[in-house]
């Protein structure tokens, strides 16, 4: 399987550290890319305020696609953690994210149910389903 994006340990960690932060509530954010690598995450409010799913103020998501267009950077896809579930988009996630962002988007869902071992998977979000994808963490 082709690897869908690259980021450092760095994002990597970020990214559990914003799930482990906002547990109970699901944590969400949008990921920026430079040819094809994460170079900056923007984390964003969840205002479902919801352990069981997320969504993005619409203002708040339009501020950081302005953010990541100045940056001369593109949008590369989401994130967004589980706190007491599998690392995989719910049904509810597959409604909520795939009509808009198929591929190249890529969702990377962060499973802290076990505080102590947290997994991060990424996703393409397809035609109502959800595809794992391989992730490269470089340095």
């Known amino acids: 399987m082709p690897v869908a994006v690259k980021l450092s340990r760095a994002h990597l960690d970020a990214m559990i550290a914003h799930a482990l932060e ?4 699901e944590c969400c954010g949008v990921i920026a890319a430079k040819d094809g690598r994460v170079v900056a995450l923007y984390r964003a409010k969840n ?3 919801s352990p069981y799913r997320f969504k993005l103020d619409p203002l ?3 501020r950081i696609e302005s953010a990541i267009d100045d ?4 949008l590369a896809g ?3 953690s589980h706190t007491g579930s599998e690392p995989r ?3 509810t996630d597959i409604r909520s994210m795939g009509p808009f962002f198929g591929p190249p988007y ?12 947290p997994e ?5 979000i397809e035609d109502g389903a959800a595809f794992e994808q391989e992730y490269e963490v470089i340095d």
């Open 106 to 117: 890529v969702h990377f869902v962060i499973g802290v149910a076990e505080r102590d071992k």
């Open 78 to 80: 989401f994130y967004h």
């Open 89 to 91: 988009p719910s049904p």
């Open 120 to 124: 991060a998977r990424v996703f393409h």
């Open 71 to 74: 940056a001369g950077t593109t």
């Open 60 to 62: 708040e998501t339009r």
């Open 47 to 49: 205002i479902e305020g």
């Open 22 to 25: 906002d547990a109970p509530v």
